[in-house]
């Protein structure tokens, strides 16, 4: 079992920034991705971006790219989620989740709140 702990949402006005952190633990030896997603009132929840644990690889939305960078620590097991020039499409609860080699996204944060203002 994984568990994740987000952190970082807030109120912020449009422009702004904010940083989002993700702490995994338990079994988190077989994970081999990290990921954001983000769901808006009355909408699917999206993918943001993802990063790999082994190589630091990234992927983003087409929405988010250039505004949110992905990190990793991978000696705290802690992903984060540095965005930037934020918009009030940006708002929604954005939820951490962790990957198991060819098993997907199989554990999820409670979800933190990002609201931005116009």
């Known amino acids: 079992q994984v568990q994740l702990v987000e952190s970082g949402g807030g109120l912020v006005q449009a422009g702004g920034s904010l940083r989002l952190s993700c702490a995994a633990s338990?079994?988190?030896?077989?994970?081999?991705?990290m990921g954001w997603f983000r769901q808006a009132p009355q909408k699917e929840r999206e993918f943001v971006a993802s990063i790999t644990w082994n190589d630091g690889n990234t992927d983003y939305t087409d929405s988010v790219k250039g505004r949110f960078t992905i990190s990793r620590d991978n000696a705290k097991r802690t992903v984060y989620l540095q965005m930037n020039t934020l918009k009030p499409e940006d708002t929604a609860v954005y939820y951490c989740a962790a990957s198991q080699l060819y098993m997907g996204y199989r554990y999820w944060g409670q979800g933190t709140q990002v609201t931005v203002s116009s």
């Open positions: 338990g079994r988190t030896f077989n994970m081999n991705a």
